[in-house]
């Protein structure tokens, strides 16, 4: 899994989260706020996700303010949504 916040001047920022946390670890400080250590999570409502990416916009949890968005890389070889159909309905496949 990987982890990266794309700020909005297109720079990106390398994240890192121990797994169930509910915000991510930035390298560098808040543009906004200038604050350290700098975590973000991903504000409700904006989450999407591609075929091996979930996205969401970010906001910085010391200050408030909207950062960038969130991408978290997973490992899938058959994509997010069949990943996610498989773990909730349990139904096993072979190929
Ligand atoms: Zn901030």
Do not use: N, W
């Not at 930035?26 to 091996?52: M, Q, W």
């Amino acid at each position: 899994m990987k982890i990266e916040l794309k700020m909005a001047d297109d720079s990106v920022r390398e994240g890192t989260a121990a797994s169930g946390a509910t915000s991510v670890l930035v390298l560098g400080a808040c543009p906004e706020c200038k604050g350290t250590p700098f975590y973000v999570g991903g504000i409700k409502g904006t989450r999407s996700h591609t075929h091996d990416q979930h996205l969401a916009d970010a906001g910085c949890l010391a200050c408030g303010k909207g950062v960038g968005k969130l991408v978290v890389t997973v490992d899938t070889i058959f994509g997010i949504d069949a990943d996610e159909e498989m773990l909730s309905r349990s139904r096993c496949r072979v190929y």
